[in-house]
Structure formats: structure tokens, C-alpha cells
């Protein structure tokens, strides 16, 4: 039976949202791993609850995540509080020139109490090449920390 990798991102101008299907990429790419991706707003409590590990993804606004990846942390928290100890989680952040937004969802992650995998990763407007294989190297990663 596969293990799953939940995505999760927002994306307005598209660029992360590009990104979460790399990173799926990178997931389904080791052999016993599959992806399962879904915006913040999409994804809920039982989405996080059923997945083996997950990966977050979002745009820097203002220094800050996006809004709608913080709704899904404050809509999953209590209802998972003590059921995602320990679950592995990757990140990466799309910006313009930025990409302090990886601070607030690192210190997110840490009050879960997720077990970050690989450094977050910044990218920088639409992924490039080496954006991208980046992004698939982090997917693969989180990928084989699950199995």
C-alpha cells in the first residue's frame, strides 16, 4: 500500500501552485509514495489526519504566509492536536524578492509539532529549472522519509 504525502499551497498568481505539482512530482517519484495535492482552502482536519506526511506551500505576502494557509492551520490544529506528532512535513515559500513568509510557517509547523524535513525552499517567481528540481528533490525527500 502506497504511502501518501499530503500538498497543500496557495496560490493566486499561480507560481505555488506550479510549485505543489513539482514537489508531487518529486513525491511520486519514489516508488511506494503517492501525492495528494489540495489547496488550503480545499484541504481540512481529516485530509492532514489521513496523510503520511505533508508538505506546505505558500506565497510570501507582507513577510507572511498566505492568508488561506494560515486559515487551514487554524481550521486543523485543535482538531488534530496530538494526532500529528512527529508527522514529517516539508516546506517552500514562492516570492517576489522575499521570502520571510518561511518564518511564520516554520514556527506554525513547530507548534504542530511536525518533523520538518530538508531546509524550506525559497523560490523565486515562477519555477525555473533549477527551481525545479529543487522542488522535486524536496518531494522526493519527504517522500522517502515516510516510507
Known amino acids: 500500500m502506497a504511502r501518501t ?3 497543500v499551497y496557495h496560490s493566486m498568481g499561480g507560481n505555488t501552485a506550479a510549485a505543489a505539482e513539482i514537489v508531487a512530482e518529486g513525491i511520486r517519484s519514489v516508488a511506494g ?4 495535492v489540495k489547496s488550503a482552502a480545499e484541504a481540512g482536519p481529516s485530509d492532514l489526519l489521513a496523510c503520511d506526511g505533508v508538505c506546505f506551500g505558500s506565497p510570501d505576502y507582507f513577510s507572511y504566509m498566505a492568508g488561506m ?3 487551514f492551520f487554524d481550521r486543523t490544529f485543535y482538531p488534530t492536536q496530538g494526532q500529528v506528532d512527529d508527522k514529517p512535513c516539508a516546506i517552500f515559500i514562492t516570492h517576489g524578492g522575499g521570502g520571510s513568509a518561511s518564518t511564520s510557517v516554520e514556527k506554525i509547523c513547530r507548534s504542530f509539532r511536525f518533523k520538518q524535513v530538508g531546509q524550506t525552499l525559497l523560490v523565486r517567481g515562477k519555477p ?7 522542488l522535486r528533490d524536496l518531494g522526493a525527500l519527504l517522500a522517502k522519509t515516510v516510507l
Open 5 to 7: 504525502v499530503l500538498v
Open 33 to 36: 509514495a503517492d501525492a495528494v
Open 69 to 71: 494557509l494560515k486559515d
Open 128 to 134: 525555473d529549472d533549477a527551481a525545479r528540481t529543487k
